[in-house]
């Protein structure tokens, strides 16, 4: 008898010391979510946003400014290139921020950046791209040598001009939008906060 009293003290020390080790060790099995942990293997294509009005505008931009690119570079002579220079940065300059927030917004990067205003950040670009490709498809129109290559940038220029525009037009839509939301958010986060504190009278007098 003595014997069992003894073997029954002694585990219920070793449990005790071993909860006891157990809360102190700092090797605690995680329990993060396997979904809460971010890196480039949780990346997938969201084809929602390439359906859709904005993403398919993208795919055009880019191919558009592309093909705009290349015609220009094709060009081996020029007098003056101001104008063939001024057509190449922009298109070039149009095509990389334009495929970058491609990527971004089909594969859902722009998410992991709350603090960044992403239909601002849109409307910027696509606003500045639609100035800047019309002003530099008139530039080439009435500085080209009349070569196909010329003429074919002059059209590919326009047609991105007016991709780019109609974009433009939706991304203000969709700024008005998110801007109304916040609106309202703060709206109703401010009417809760003043029914909190209607609700505590205490508050009220240290107020007073």
């Known amino acids: 008898m003595r014997g069992g009293e003894e073997l029954d003290g002694f585990e219920g020390e070793a449990s005790s010391t071993s909860m006891i080790s157990g809360a102190s ?12 942990r971010r890196g480039l293997a949780g990346l997938r294509c969201d ?16 191919i558009l400014a592309l093909i ?3 015609c220009i570079e094709t060009i081996m002579e020029c007098s003056p290139c101001e104008g063939l220079y001024f057509f190449e940065f922009v ?7 334009t495929g970058v927030l491609l990527i971004l917004f089909s594969l859902n990067l722009h998410m992991r950046i709350p603090q960044i205003n992403w239909s601002l950040t849109d409307l910027v670009n696509t606003g500045l791209s ?3 490709f019309f002003i ?3 530039v080439l129109a009435a500085l080209n040598h009349k070569t196909g290559a010329e003429i074919a940038a002059v059209i590919f220029g326009f047609l991105a001009t007016a991709a780019y525009a109609v974009s433009t037009f939706l991304a203000v839509q969709k700024w008005r ?6 609106s309202a958010n ?14 505590r009278p205490e508050i009220q007098r240290l107020d007073t």
Do not use: H, M, N, W
């Not at 084809?47 to 880019?62: E, F």
């Not at 703060?186 to 609700?199: C, L, N, P, Q």
């Open 47 to 62: 084809p929602d946003y390439l359906r859709g009005a904005l993403g398919r505008l993208k795919v055009a931009q880019v």
């Open 25 to 36: 060790s700092p090797y605690q099995p995680t329990t993060e979510p396997v979904s809460q």
């Open 186 to 199: 703060d709206y109703i986060r401010a009417r809760t906060e003043s029914r909190d504190v209607d609700g």
């Open 136 to 138: 530099a498809s008139i």
């Open 177 to 182: 939008v998110s801007i109304r939301q916040q």
């Open 91 to 97: 298109s070039c300059s149009a095509f990389v921020v």
């Open 130 to 132: 639609t100035f800047f």
């Open 68 to 70: 705009a690119f290349i």
